[in-house]
Protein backbone atom coordinates (compact mmCIF):
# COMPACT_ATOMS: atom_id res chain seq x y z
CA UNK A 1 0.00 0.00 0.00
CA UNK A 2 1.65 3.54 -1.31
CA UNK A 3 0.91 6.48 -0.11
CA UNK A 4 -0.27 8.12 3.42
CA UNK A 5 -2.52 6.06 5.26
CA UNK A 6 -5.87 7.47 5.85
CA UNK A 7 -6.74 8.76 10.12
CA UNK A 8 -9.37 6.11 11.83
CA UNK A 9 -12.34 7.88 12.06
CA UNK A 10 -13.31 10.17 14.66
CA UNK A 11 -16.03 8.59 15.94
CA UNK A 12 -14.40 5.12 15.35
CA UNK A 13 -11.10 6.39 17.52
CA UNK A 14 -13.37 7.51 20.65
CA UNK A 15 -15.41 4.20 20.44
CA UNK A 16 -11.61 2.16 20.46
CA UNK A 17 -10.58 4.25 22.94
CA UNK A 18 -13.93 5.08 25.56
CA UNK A 19 -15.01 1.32 25.29
CA UNK A 20 -14.42 0.26 28.65
CA UNK A 21 -16.38 3.38 29.88
CA UNK A 22 -19.32 2.52 27.50
CA UNK A 23 -19.41 -0.97 28.77
CA UNK A 24 -19.78 0.06 32.82
CA UNK A 25 -22.55 2.46 31.55
CA UNK A 26 -24.82 0.28 29.42
CA UNK A 27 -26.31 -1.64 32.21
CA UNK A 28 -27.20 1.83 33.35
CA UNK A 29 -28.36 2.72 30.19
CA UNK A 30 -29.83 -0.56 29.69
CA UNK A 31 -32.38 -0.06 32.98
CA UNK A 32 -32.79 2.92 31.41
CA UNK A 33 -34.41 2.33 28.51
CA UNK A 34 -36.17 -0.45 30.00
CA UNK A 35 -37.92 1.80 32.69
CA UNK A 36 -37.93 4.88 31.60
CA UNK A 37 -38.40 5.07 27.65
CA UNK A 38 -39.69 1.83 26.87
CA UNK A 39 -42.81 2.27 28.71
CA UNK A 40 -43.77 5.62 27.02
CA UNK A 41 -45.04 3.90 24.21
CA UNK A 42 -47.87 2.83 27.01
CA UNK A 43 -49.16 6.72 26.36
CA UNK A 44 -51.28 5.27 23.26
CA UNK A 45 -53.99 4.29 26.16
CA UNK A 46 -54.61 7.92 26.67
CA UNK A 47 -56.17 7.96 23.17
CA UNK A 48 -58.72 4.78 23.68
CA UNK A 49 -61.14 2.98 25.99
CA UNK A 50 -58.55 0.74 27.01
CA UNK A 51 -59.52 -2.26 28.55
CA UNK A 52 -56.52 -5.03 29.86
CA UNK A 53 -58.88 -7.75 28.88
CA UNK A 54 -58.05 -7.14 25.35
CA UNK A 55 -54.89 -5.44 24.89
CA UNK A 56 -53.69 -2.28 22.85
CA UNK A 57 -54.88 -3.31 19.47
CA UNK A 58 -58.01 -4.78 20.23
CA UNK A 59 -58.90 -1.43 22.73
CA UNK A 60 -61.32 1.02 20.37
CA UNK A 61 -59.61 4.76 19.79
CA UNK A 62 -61.22 7.42 21.36
CA UNK A 63 -58.71 10.69 20.22
CA UNK A 64 -58.91 13.38 22.33
CA UNK A 65 -62.13 12.47 24.66
CA UNK A 66 -60.11 11.44 27.46
CA UNK A 67 -58.62 14.79 27.31
CA UNK A 68 -61.96 16.18 27.57
CA UNK A 69 -63.13 14.94 29.93
CA UNK A 70 -60.31 15.36 32.29
CA UNK A 71 -60.10 19.01 31.56
CA UNK A 72 -64.07 19.19 32.30
CA UNK A 73 -63.08 17.31 35.55
CA UNK A 74 -63.53 19.78 39.16
CA UNK A 75 -61.52 17.42 41.06
CA UNK A 76 -58.59 17.13 38.14
CA UNK A 77 -58.25 20.66 38.68
CA UNK A 78 -58.92 20.87 42.33
CA UNK A 79 -55.35 18.17 42.33
CA UNK A 80 -53.68 20.67 40.25
CA UNK A 81 -54.37 23.73 41.84
CA UNK A 82 -53.49 21.63 45.46
CA UNK A 83 -50.29 20.42 43.58
CA UNK A 84 -49.13 23.32 42.35
CA UNK A 85 -50.13 25.37 45.69
CA UNK A 86 -47.54 23.11 47.35
CA UNK A 87 -44.86 23.19 45.09
CA UNK A 88 -44.99 26.83 45.42
CA UNK A 89 -44.72 26.77 49.15
CA UNK A 90 -41.85 24.33 49.43
CA UNK A 91 -40.06 26.54 46.77
CA UNK A 92 -39.64 29.25 48.97
CA UNK A 93 -39.81 27.49 52.52
CA UNK A 94 -37.55 24.46 51.63
CA UNK A 95 -35.71 25.06 48.45
CA UNK A 96 -33.26 27.88 50.20
CA UNK A 97 -32.99 25.13 53.45
CA UNK A 98 -29.97 22.92 51.66
CA UNK A 99 -28.30 26.21 50.74
CA UNK A 100 -28.28 27.79 53.68
CA UNK A 101 -27.19 23.77 55.60
CA UNK A 102 -24.25 23.65 53.09
CA UNK A 103 -23.07 27.27 53.79
CA UNK A 104 -23.03 26.00 57.40
CA UNK A 105 -21.51 22.79 57.37
CA UNK A 106 -18.81 24.65 55.07
CA UNK A 107 -18.22 27.16 57.61
CA UNK A 108 -17.23 24.11 60.48
CA UNK A 109 -13.50 24.45 60.45
CA UNK A 110 -12.83 21.10 62.48
CA UNK A 111 -13.33 17.70 60.46
CA UNK A 112 -14.87 15.83 62.97
CA UNK A 113 -17.42 18.13 63.88
CA UNK A 114 -18.32 18.50 60.40
CA UNK A 115 -18.43 14.62 59.37
CA UNK A 116 -20.65 14.23 62.52
CA UNK A 117 -22.89 16.76 61.68
CA UNK A 118 -23.31 15.77 57.65
CA UNK A 119 -23.95 11.83 59.16
CA UNK A 120 -26.91 13.20 61.42
CA UNK A 121 -28.63 15.56 59.03
CA UNK A 122 -28.21 12.84 55.85
CA UNK A 123 -29.41 10.15 57.82
CA UNK A 124 -33.67 10.96 57.58
CA UNK A 125 -32.92 10.69 54.10
CA UNK A 126 -32.53 6.60 54.10
CA UNK A 127 -36.38 6.43 56.39
CA UNK A 128 -39.39 5.44 54.34
CA UNK A 129 -42.01 7.77 54.43
CA UNK A 130 -44.19 5.47 56.59
CA UNK A 131 -41.14 5.94 59.37
CA UNK A 132 -41.14 9.57 58.97
CA UNK A 133 -44.98 10.67 59.36
CA UNK A 134 -45.06 7.99 62.14
CA UNK A 135 -42.44 10.41 64.02
CA UNK A 136 -44.14 13.21 63.71
CA UNK A 137 -47.23 11.57 64.62
CA UNK A 138 -45.73 10.65 67.91
CA UNK A 139 -44.36 13.88 68.28
CA UNK A 140 -47.46 16.48 66.73
CA UNK A 141 -50.53 14.07 67.23
CA UNK A 142 -53.21 14.50 69.77
CA UNK A 143 -51.22 12.01 72.03
CA UNK A 144 -48.20 12.89 71.20
CA UNK A 145 -44.94 14.79 72.88
CA UNK A 146 -46.17 17.97 72.53
CA UNK A 147 -49.98 17.48 73.38
CA UNK A 148 -48.67 15.40 76.68
CA UNK A 149 -46.16 18.74 77.67
CA UNK A 150 -48.95 20.94 77.13
CA UNK A 151 -51.64 18.92 79.18
CA UNK A 152 -49.06 18.69 82.08
CA UNK A 153 -48.88 22.53 81.62
CA UNK A 154 -52.34 23.23 82.16
CA UNK A 155 -53.13 23.88 78.33
CA UNK A 156 -55.28 22.15 76.00
CA UNK A 157 -53.76 19.67 73.58
CA UNK A 158 -52.67 19.83 69.68
CA UNK A 159 -53.13 17.24 66.84
CA UNK A 160 -51.77 18.60 63.96
CA UNK A 161 -51.58 15.38 61.73
CA UNK A 162 -55.50 15.68 61.48
CA UNK A 163 -55.62 19.79 60.80
CA UNK A 164 -56.27 20.38 57.21
CA UNK A 165 -55.59 24.03 57.75
CA UNK A 166 -51.69 23.37 59.10
CA UNK A 167 -51.38 20.62 56.20
CA UNK A 168 -49.18 22.27 54.23
CA UNK A 169 -46.80 23.30 57.25
CA UNK A 170 -46.44 19.66 58.04
CA UNK A 171 -45.65 18.25 55.05
CA UNK A 172 -42.97 21.46 54.42
CA UNK A 173 -41.44 20.31 57.66
CA UNK A 174 -41.77 16.54 56.55
CA UNK A 175 -39.80 17.50 54.07
CA UNK A 176 -37.10 19.41 55.16
CA UNK A 177 -36.80 17.00 57.99
CA UNK A 178 -35.90 13.67 55.60
CA UNK A 179 -34.60 15.33 52.50
CA UNK A 180 -32.75 18.88 53.24
CA UNK A 181 -29.80 17.06 54.87
CA UNK A 182 -29.45 15.08 51.35
CA UNK A 183 -29.51 17.87 49.14
CA UNK A 184 -26.93 19.85 50.61
CA UNK A 185 -24.50 17.43 49.28
CA UNK A 186 -24.85 19.44 45.59
CA UNK A 187 -24.20 22.25 47.04
CA UNK A 188 -21.42 21.32 49.04
CA UNK A 189 -19.99 19.85 46.40
CA UNK A 190 -20.12 23.17 44.83
CA UNK A 191 -18.81 25.00 47.07
CA UNK A 192 -15.68 23.34 47.20
CA UNK A 193 -15.17 24.09 43.50
CA UNK A 194 -14.71 27.83 44.55
CA UNK A 195 -11.42 28.83 44.38
CA UNK A 196 -10.10 29.37 48.25
CA UNK A 197 -7.78 32.10 47.13
CA UNK A 198 -10.29 34.06 46.59
CA UNK A 199 -11.56 34.28 50.19
CA UNK A 200 -8.03 35.31 50.98
CA UNK A 201 -8.07 38.06 48.80
CA UNK A 202 -11.20 39.12 50.01
CA UNK A 203 -10.06 38.89 54.01
CA UNK A 204 -6.81 40.80 53.00
CA UNK A 205 -8.88 43.56 50.92
CA UNK A 206 -10.91 43.84 54.51
CA UNK A 207 -14.38 42.14 53.63
CA UNK A 208 -15.78 40.65 56.20
CA UNK A 209 -17.79 36.87 56.73
CA UNK A 210 -21.12 38.04 55.42
CA UNK A 211 -19.19 40.34 52.01
CA UNK A 212 -17.34 37.41 51.19
CA UNK A 213 -20.62 35.18 51.22
CA UNK A 214 -22.42 37.80 49.30
CA UNK A 215 -19.76 38.48 46.95
CA UNK A 216 -17.95 35.15 46.51
CA UNK A 217 -20.09 32.07 48.17
CA UNK A 218 -23.74 33.23 46.47
CA UNK A 219 -22.19 33.50 42.95
CA UNK A 220 -20.03 30.49 43.12
CA UNK A 221 -23.50 28.79 43.75
CA UNK A 222 -25.91 30.33 41.59
CA UNK A 223 -25.45 28.48 38.54
CA UNK A 224 -26.21 25.22 40.66
CA UNK A 225 -28.65 27.18 42.18
CA UNK A 226 -30.62 27.49 38.57
CA UNK A 227 -29.87 24.07 37.32
CA UNK A 228 -31.53 22.96 40.07
CA UNK A 229 -34.34 25.56 40.40
CA UNK A 230 -35.24 24.56 36.50
CA UNK A 231 -35.40 21.23 37.41
CA UNK A 232 -37.29 21.06 39.76
CA UNK A 233 -40.21 23.62 38.34
CA UNK A 234 -40.28 20.95 36.05
CA UNK A 235 -41.42 18.43 38.34
CA UNK A 236 -43.72 20.83 40.09
CA UNK A 237 -46.36 18.79 39.44
CA UNK A 238 -44.88 15.91 41.11
CA UNK A 239 -44.66 16.36 44.65
CA UNK A 240 -44.52 12.70 45.75
CA UNK A 241 -47.12 10.19 46.67
CA UNK A 242 -46.29 7.82 49.28
CA UNK A 243 -46.30 10.75 51.81
CA UNK A 244 -49.53 12.24 50.51
CA UNK A 245 -51.57 9.21 50.34
CA UNK A 246 -50.43 8.38 53.67
CA UNK A 247 -51.91 11.19 54.88
CA UNK A 248 -54.96 11.75 53.05
CA UNK A 249 -57.52 9.98 55.16
CA UNK A 250 -56.21 11.84 58.23
CA UNK A 251 -56.63 15.45 56.70
CA UNK A 252 -59.42 15.12 54.06
CA UNK A 253 -58.89 14.66 50.00
CA UNK A 254 -59.71 18.11 50.03
CA UNK A 255 -56.06 19.04 51.76
CA UNK A 256 -54.04 16.08 50.75
CA UNK A 257 -55.42 15.18 47.18
CA UNK A 258 -52.46 15.64 44.63
CA UNK A 259 -52.01 14.61 41.20
CA UNK A 260 -50.02 11.87 41.87
CA UNK A 261 -52.73 10.47 44.59
CA UNK A 262 -55.54 12.06 42.05
CA UNK A 263 -54.35 9.28 39.15
CA UNK A 264 -54.35 6.52 41.39
CA UNK A 265 -57.26 7.12 42.99
CA UNK A 266 -59.23 7.62 39.52
CA UNK A 267 -56.83 5.13 38.17
CA UNK A 268 -55.96 1.37 39.98
CA UNK A 269 -59.17 1.83 42.18
CA UNK A 270 -61.88 2.05 39.40
CA UNK A 271 -60.42 0.50 36.34
CA UNK A 272 -60.09 4.15 33.78
CA UNK A 273 -56.86 3.23 32.68
CA UNK A 274 -56.98 5.39 30.01
CA UNK A 275 -58.12 8.58 32.39
CA UNK A 276 -55.10 7.73 34.42
CA UNK A 277 -52.84 7.93 31.20
CA UNK A 278 -54.12 11.22 29.95
CA UNK A 279 -53.62 12.70 33.76
CA UNK A 280 -50.32 11.26 33.66
CA UNK A 281 -49.39 12.79 29.58
CA UNK A 282 -50.80 16.11 30.60
CA UNK A 283 -48.93 16.31 33.68
CA UNK A 284 -45.72 15.11 31.93
CA UNK A 285 -46.22 17.75 29.13
CA UNK A 286 -46.74 21.02 31.75
CA UNK A 287 -43.36 19.93 33.43
CA UNK A 288 -41.97 19.77 30.09
CA UNK A 289 -43.32 22.97 29.13
CA UNK A 290 -41.86 24.65 32.69
CA UNK A 291 -38.81 23.21 32.08
CA UNK A 292 -38.42 24.81 28.77
CA UNK A 293 -39.26 28.33 30.16
CA UNK A 294 -37.08 28.15 33.14
CA UNK A 295 -34.28 27.24 30.58
CA UNK A 296 -35.16 30.44 28.09
CA UNK A 297 -35.21 32.32 31.75
CA UNK A 298 -31.79 31.28 32.28
CA UNK A 299 -30.10 31.87 28.98
CA UNK A 300 -31.43 35.45 29.37
CA UNK A 301 -29.93 36.09 32.53
CA UNK A 302 -26.43 34.39 31.11
CA UNK A 303 -26.27 31.12 32.39
CA UNK A 304 -26.33 27.67 30.90
CA UNK A 305 -29.34 26.15 32.16
CA UNK A 306 -29.62 22.38 31.11
CA UNK A 307 -28.84 22.71 28.39
CA UNK A 308 -26.02 24.83 25.96
CA UNK A 309 -27.96 27.55 23.92
CA UNK A 310 -27.21 27.30 20.27
Known sequence: MTGKESAPHPLRARLRRDWPLLLMT???VGLL??????PLLGNVIAFQDYSPYVGFADSP???????????????FWDATLNTLGITTFQLVFYFP????????????????????????????????????VTLFQQMLGGAGLVSQILREHGHEGIDLMTNPDTFLLLVTGETVWKDAGWGTII????????????????????????????????????????????????????????????????????AAEVLDTFVYWR????????????????KGLVGLALILVANKVAHRFGEQGIYKRT
Open 61 to 75: WVGFANFQWLLLDQS
Open 187 to 254: FLAALAAIDRNLYEAAAVDGAGRWRRMWHITLPGLRPVVILLLILRLGDALNVGFEQFFIQRDAVGRD
Open 97 to 132: VPIALAILLDSVVRPKVRLLVQSVVYMPHFFSWVLV
Open 26 to 28: APA
Open 33 to 38: LLFHYV
Open 267 to 282: TLTTGEWSYGAAAGMV
